[in-house]
């Protein structure tokens, strides 16, 4: 090494100098991918959501498929075949009335998996409108509706669903509507959140400094930015509501015979239990395995969907 001279490593041979042609050098190493498609590849990775959305992409088909392909029906009585064990003729055996819990089963589960998805969706309606008016105009607006939460945040949601039952009647209107009067409160502060942070965000302050509108503004740029959270904060909501539904049955406010849920399906059983323990198993795995898929799913969804926790590819 030449002393007293900078030291020069192409010089001395440390290292070769490689020469590329242009097109090597203008080729793109990393795919060009879309934020939705770079969090699907992300979901695919994570193999524990991977299994809730295969769990749950099962049940659903089940649920609309096997009451349809059943020879029974869900709302028929046997009289000679009550309380039958599971067995080739009744896969999941009958109940008390001779009714095949197989059909009444992925019955329930239609139910179920559809009030949860229609209190969830209408809560989250209710949440991003409110909470997105809260957020971008504040003033008297974002006084009065923080206000009302915070009135509403002091009740217990189960105790105001019990009133509202007891009041409406039972059914799966009733019970919809229950679950849905404070159900959008947590959803408003969420959103309320985020659009505060976008609110003062660089990009957002230039379009309105371009003339941009309000309803640009919010299609633009709220919207596909909230989107990801939204979503799975409705992944995550969903077995709360699958659960609620199924408690609110359960006591016997919910969804009433001949129709069926797990919930009631849950509380049919509890009478018969201790002679013919696969009647409240069934309703009760079901329950706690989808429940516990959508908390895998959205588990998952959350990490796919935060640009934060993007890998690198």
């Not at 947590?186 to 660089?202: A, D, F, P």
């Not at 539904?245 to 509890?270: M, N, R």
Request: overall charge positive; some cysteine.
């Amino acid at each position: 090494m030449n002393q007293g001279l900078p030291f020069d490593p192409l010089a001395e041979g440390v290292f070769e100098r490689i020469q590329l042609a242009d097109e090597e050098k203008n080729k793109v190493v990393r795919p060009s991918l879309t934020y939705w498609q770079s969090a699907w590849i992300k979901l695919r990775k994570n193999k524990i959501a991977t299994l809730g959305l295969i769990i749950v992409i099962i049940y659903v088909m089940t649920a609309v498929i096997a009451p349809l392909a059943s020879p029974y029906s869900y709302k028929a009585n046997d009289a000679k075949a009550l309380n039958l064990s599971p067995s080739a003729e009744h896969w999941f055996g009958t109940d008390t009335a001779g009714r095949d819990l197989w059909t009444r089963t992925w019955m329930g589960a239609r139910i179920s998996l559809a009030i949860g998805l229609a209190v969830v969706s209408i809560n989250m309606l209710i949440g991003a409108t409110l909470g997105g008016i809260a957020g971008y105009f504040g003033g008297k607006a974002d006084m009065v509706i923080m206000r009302v939460i915070d009135v509403l945040y002091g009740i217990p949601v189960i105790i105001i669903a019990i009133l509202l039952m007891a009041v409406l009647g039972k059914g799966i209107l009733p019970l919809i509507i229950a679950m849905v009067t404070v159900g959008w409160v947590g959803n408003t502060r969420l959103v309320r959140g985020q659009v505060l942070q976008l609110k003062n965000s660089e990009y957002v302050l230039a379009a309105k400094t371009l003339g941009a509108g309000h309803a640009r503004i919010i299609i633009r740029h709220f919207i596909p930015n909230i989107s990801g959270i939204i979503i799975t904060q409705m992944t995550m909501a969903i077995p709360l509501a699958i659960f609620l539904e199924a408690f609110l049955s359960y006591i016997g406010l919910g969804v009433q015979p001949p129709d069926c849920s797990w919930g009631s399906l849950a509380k049919a059983a509890t009478d018969v239990y201790r002679l013919y323990p696969y009647q409240l198993l069934i309703p009760a795995f079901f329950i706690c395995t989808t429940m516990l898929s959508l908390n895998m799913l959205g588990d998952g969804l959350r990490d796919a969907l935060d640009p934060k926790m993007r890998e690198k590819n």
